[in-house]
């Protein structure tokens, strides 16, 4: 009575899928309000920073619906807030299930990033909407420069989680700090404002911070009268590629460990 | 057959490293049911979990062509705020079961655990005993070489353990099994060899009658 051979990807693929189907159930399952949650956050930030805008009533970015650079900004931001979140606690969350041996802790990590790019992507989608209805312009400049931007963010997202997910499986108080740096992060990010409108120092303060380059890609692209003249193409590259690195590299070292913590 | 090779197993604690194993070698032949005895603390269940492939030994290697069921009557494995239904699709999608298959395995664990209208509701509404009964038929209902069991065979009453042990029984014609137990009897009736676990040395029986005797020496007060 020998079970049926299955090679490792089909092994990895079904369990993927299996967990995938398993989020959204639990996520979107009834009475939860989880369609509302996955739109809740870019939009209240939407309507928090346009009406403060119009309370100002400065006039700033001519050519621009400020809603619409608000939400193509927080939409991004919020994705990689999520699946960074996801991804680190994707090992706790789902220890009970490394008691199925096909189950890895690295299947659980995949399947929420994946979870959280459907998501994200309905967000945006519910946002286009929106933006039509209301009757925003919502034209993209060059459509395929912010889906690779956006790509590119995902894989950032998904490098940094996966480093997270490791550490914070080692060290308690990872989670906390990467937690609480994602508040201010919110502001200082470029998502209410673009880095051309900032004074000179502070540019260069903001520079380090690699998600202002991801959203000023994204904004650069999406909008003609911006450009991406700030976004500098190997600070991101080292960002995404250093913390993946990394990340692959404690998993591999530590991946028993981590299914029997 | 199940080969361990200069297996050490051990946890660091603040006075140096506590060994649950230490340096075992040891071949479980083929086509045995064994029985694990030792105190509690012994490393029963540790050594049930490395067979089983999900947990490790700090030392040496474990090498097994054999396929392993989950610790049997595992109930951690289910998410509570989704139904038993969803949660066999998730056990068998796991697996790669196609749609057919997933079907006779809900109409199996529905029919075997006997807990009704339940079966549509949340886990989380679940009583224990309810939610070792889904875990149980779910387990009888794969084909492994080996049934990895925990200590579950006591689950529900009276009734409900006839039926398990009934099942079980035809279940052990087709594969073996590994079954940690305190209940002497039970060892006696389900299994041939066995394995006794005691201060991080592991001693193998053929029979496993005299696993019990030994084991009931080293629990004689001295």
Known sequence: MKAVHRSSFEIFSSVVSALFLREIQ????????????????????????AGLKSLVAEK???????????????????????IVNG????????????????????????????????????ATLAFIGIGLYFEFNIAVKDFSMVILAVAWLVLFAFGFGLFSAVMATFFENYAKIVQVIMTPLLFISALMYTVESLPQALREVILYNPLVHFIEMIHGNFFTTLTTEYVDYTYMFFWTFIPLFAGLYLYRAS??????? | MIELRHVSKYYPTDKGRKYVLENVSLTIPDDVNLGILGRNGAGKSTLLRMLGGIDFPSEGSIHSNNSFSWPMGLAG??????????????????YGKSPGEIQKAID????????????DQPIKSYSSGMKSRLSFGLSLYFDFDYLIIDETLSVGDANFQNKAKTRLREKIERCNILLVSHAMAVLKELCDAGI?????KVYYYDDIKDAITAYTEINKPS
Not at chain 1, 39 to 49: E, K, S, W
Not at chain 2, 196 to 200: D, V
Request: hydrophobic fraction near 50%; aromatic fraction near 18%.
């Open chain 1, 255 to 261: 991946e028993k460990r981590i299914i029997s913590t």
């Open chain 1, 87 to 122: 991804a680190m606690g994707a090992f706790s969350a789902n220890a009970a299930l490394f008691n199925y041996r096909q189950v890895r802790p690295f299947d659980t990590l995949v399947s929420r990033v994946l979870v959280e790019i459907l998501v994200s992507t309905m």
């Open chain 1, 26 to 49: 639990t996520r979107f399952g009834t009475k939860k309000g989880g369609y509302f949650w996955a739109l809740f956050d870019a939009m209240l930030m939407v309507l928090i920073f």
């Open chain 1, 60 to 82: 700033s970015m001519p050519g621009i619906d400020f809603p619409v650079f608000l939400a193509s900004g927080f939409l991004a931001f919020f994705m990689f807030k999520n």
């Open chain 2, 77 to 94: 494995g289910f998410q509570g705020s989704m139904t038993g239904r969803q949660n066999v699709k998730f056990v068998c999608r796991i």
């Open chain 2, 196 to 200: 006794l676990l005691h201060e991080g």
């Open chain 2, 108 to 119: 199996y664990v529905q029919e075997f655990s006997e807990i009704g209208a339940y079966f």
